[in-house]
């Protein structure tokens, strides 16, 4: 227990002196979780109102395929990844591997399930409720997309936080893709993992701290604007 | 809401190390190295001395001597620096790589707990304290990653003509030399490790170093250069002045003069006799 008090000791000594690396390690967690969460929510939150709202065949299939993959394993998902930019691999000659783009690669393959299964978990919702409305008032589906969504932008928050949480504290991921290299590819949670196993357990907690606290800093912004959107 | 989007994935995209594509002129290598030499801290005590000589920013990818050899025969770093001569050999006999080099070496210890239960303490002879732990069933915990320490605490076994997978006592952890280290520690367990590494570990619990000093412990390290002939890709020339200031003079001072704790961990020539 006096490994937790010595973490903290470490989390506020490292972010009062403005620790550089420890500045470049938090500063990449969030550029990397962050490019990887609006990506995501870019591609995804269309899709998985537009599977709210259209009908074909291979619907249900589809929705069946993005809900299964809410349970895709992290690691599996950076190996596959890393065999795809390997320099034998087929996408070797742009020199991906080990490199922040392919970290963010990696998670926006991990997100986007994640965002398509929850934005068409409330865009089904909202459908029932407006979908008579808009095609009353004869909008397109594109149109129908980007309405249904505007409505539910408080509950497109909580995704975007959901995906979020799952980019931030991702690690397996990242650390196949990233190579946990200082400097360039060491976020915080790779930092952790390294620390860890180096035996530096209070320094790894610290880090841990400081990762909490930027998740938790994260949400409340998030919180503040949804208020902001009630009034 | 939207402008708010805007403007945090202009601060994530600003907030991006350069990549690849945005900085084409800027000169790296990515070294695949193993993860005793990264845990030891030689490298953030070499890197930036290279760095200022050169300008090359070395990236290293650390993980086991296998899977450091892996990565290079798939073309994916640009040079190698690891620590089992066999593995080497087959790497450059593969045409994975060239010019193997010598670089420098450091030594393993056998750690245990200072209760010492299979009575090594002090002996000279690393094979026949692997013969007394194995006697005493005492636990050991083995790395069991395919990495360089790994290779040669197999090499002991195989040479007592000793198999002790299967046992209770033997625990394969799969583990890097750190978090092999971490777990020896809570089950108080002997270890084979590199001396640098548990020089600069903190965790240490009741693990103290029992055997040391036995010629066949010595551990030397080899930098191989990823053959641009098979893979183009390869950053070829900053790789090379990366190899070749390694075994200069002043790669050499660097090297010998990391310190931990006082105590120099890395040792360059050849050790005699490997």
Known sequence: ?231 | MFRLAALVLTFAFASLPQTPVVLAQEHSITLASTTSTEESGLFGHLIPIFHAATGIEVRVVAVGTGQALAIGARGDADALLVHDRAGEDKFVADRNGIDRRDVMYNDFVIVGPKSDPAGVRGMKDARQAFEKIAASSSPFASRGDDSGTNRMELRIWSSLALAPRGSAWYRELGSGMGATLNTAVQMTAYVLTDRATFAHFQNRGDLAILVEGDKLLLNPYGSILVNPAKWPQVKAQDARIWHEWLTSAEGRAAITSYRVNGEQLFFVGTPFGN
């Open chain 1, 1 to 231: 227990m006096n490994e937790l008090g010595r973490g903290f000791a470490l989390a506020l000594g490292l972010i009062s002196h403005g620790d550089s690396e420890l500045t470049g390690i938090v500063l990449l967690s969030l550029a990397v979780s962050l490019t990887a969460t609006f990506a995501a929510l870019l591609v995804g939150a269309p899709m998985g109102a537009g599977l709210a709202i259209a009908k074909f065949r291979a619907r249900g299939g589809l929705i069946l395929a993005a809900n299964a993959l809410l349970g895709l394993p992290p690691v599996v998902v950076g190996l596959a990844v890393y065999l795809l930019l390997s320099r034998s691999g087929p996408l070797g000659r742009f020199g991906m591997l080990f490199t922040p783009p392919a970290m963010i690669l990696a998670q926006i393959t991990l997100l986007t399930p994640i965002v398509i299964a929850l934005t068409h978990r409330f865009a089904d919702v909202l459908w029932d409720q407006y979908g008579g409305a808009l095609m009353v008032d004869g909008a397109s589906k594109p149109r129908s997309v980007l309405t249904i969504l505007a409505i539910g932008k408080a509950s497109l928050l909580t995704v975007f936080l959901a995906a979020f949480g799952r980019a931030i504290s991702e690690v397996g991921a990242i650390i196949v893709v990233g190579g946990n290299i200082r400097g360039y590819t060491r976020t915080m949670t790779t930092a952790i993992a390294l620390e860890t196993s180096k035996g530096d357990l209070a320094l790894a907690l610290g880090l841990g701290l400081v990762l909490i606290a930027l998740s938790v800093t994260v949400n409340a912004i998030a919180f503040l604007l949804a208020r902001s959107w009630k009034k």
